[in-house]
DNA sequence: TGCCGTTGCGCACACTGTACGCATAAGCTG
DNA sequence: CAGCTTATGCGTACAGTGTGCGCAACGGCA
């Protein structure tokens, strides 16, 4: 497949004129789509269902969005916009703000848990400007937290990295439950048997059923875990930044 | 051998070879999506492709596997099988061990980057018989370190965690990569430009953009970049060992 | 020999992304 | 006002998708 020639394929970097929305802009498609990936998952986003969704011809679409790649694109970074970092105060509070930045992403996904299947598709999404921001502010944390310039970015992206990916194996829990139409305790019940028999042999897996039996509440559970992993990596941090 | 050589039988309608081939198994077609996979791309695997790639009918697959959610499962845990987890051995080697087999995870995902763009959709990936095996393994790892039962799983999963984030990243990036038909320095090259725009207000993402200036290996930056949050999440499962 | 369960496959259906071209509407210039 | 340019919506069409269904051929058994 050879490249074409104009200067960049993403939709952060074509030119985009500026008109007056007539009864269907690109934002709107956006919010549409979100609003049905949310509801149907992933599998039910169609060009045509999206179009009707928004009581328009399917290929009108075309006319604010250059492909279904660009709208994922389009989409990535809409919701990336929901995630809130605080605003950097204090440096010695670095600590405090990088978790919440972290819960916050993590709310994202679990919000929408599509994200976690287009995240490993969709390259450039750092180039929208919801995540320059939100790359900006964070980098911002850890500078001011005193990683010297180049750590800072790595820092960084090693909590960004675990976060996304606690959210990726959550997502895909989740969309399987959603998916079974059941409610988690059924679920997990109606897996039991084939969890047993998966780990006939392997003793130490057992351990993790305890997950499966119901007496706990497993979203409590899931933060839990959420936060041991997050915090052992912002104490790997700090020791590093008190050297 | 019998041959009946009775009535004129031209080529064409001479009924079908004898089985001089094992005819079509599970693991051939698993084995050969994931070649499949390799070469041409997440896109690119389809019933029919994979089909006549087998010099089969599309169809015919599915006496092998149900559907094809079905066999993206078997593909991942296909892939999973490749990834080497040292045997216990002396448990104060133990971040020795998790380097090593969170590197081999990486190797993984770098060798078969559309994983990234299935793990957020397959749940129940972790029922497959090589992610059992792969997870007995760590947990033993790090329960012989001397992580209590139910803290062990944790610490596994803080460290798969990251490096799935991780992977998930980068194999973002190989794949739209692989897509433009560059090599990675031209592509940065060409992406340049966009960067600039896009980080115009943004002071803190300029240093990013050393990334692609192509003056350093890519490839070796990736893996330092890698190391350096890896080695702080051990840095902080390690002080809360001793503590 | 006849039968039966297993396997491959052709066909069909509903659905997908999107290229193309036409019809309309909105803006500007005169 | 007319006339023109441009942006927008949409109908049609094409190639390609997953997969249910039923037929045909085979291996192994009674």
Redesign the pocket.
């Known amino acids: 497949m050879p490249v074409d020639e104009q200067p960049i394929q993403s939709v952060w970097t074509r030119p985009r004129?500026k008109?007056?929305?007539?009864?269907?802009s690109q934002a709107q498609i956006v919010g549409e789509a979100v609003r049905l990936l949310d509801v149907e998952g992933v599998d039910?986003?169609?060009?045509?269902?999206l179009?009707t969704a928004l009581?328009?011809?399917?290929?009108?679409l075309?006319?604010?969005v250059a492909?279904?790649?660009e709208l994922v694109e389009l989409v990535v970074d809409e919701v990336y916009g929901e995630i809130s970092v605080p605003e950097n105060s204090d440096p010695a509070k670095w600590r405090a703000a990088a978790t919440v930045g972290a819960q916050s992403v993590r709310a994202m996904i679990l919000r929408h848990p599509w994200v976690a299947s287009l995240l490993g598709a969709v390259g450039l999404s750092y180039l929208g400007p919801n995540v320059m921001r939100l790359n900006e502010r964070m980098l911002n944390l850890f500078e001011a937290a005193g990683f010297p310039g180049d750590e800072a970015d790595q820092a960084l992206s090693a909590v960004i990295a675990y976060v996304v990916g606690v959210g990726t194996s959550e997502a895909a829990w989740l969309t399987t439950l959603a998916k079974s139409g059941r409610s988690e305790q059924e679920w997990s019940e109606h897996l039991r048997p084939a969890i047993e028999e998966a780990s006939r042999e392997y003793p130490h897996q057992r351990e993790r059923i305890a997950q499966f039996d119901g007496t706990a509440d497993p979203e409590q559970f899931r933060d839990e875990k959420f936060r041991y992993g997050l915090d052992r990596m912002l104490d790997g941090l700090e020791i590093r930044l008190k050297r």
Chains 1, 2 share one sequence.
């Open positions: 004129r008109r007056d929305q007539p009864a269907l039910a986003l169609s060009m045509r269902r179009g009581n328009a011809g399917a290929t009108s075309y006319r604010h492909n279904r790649d």
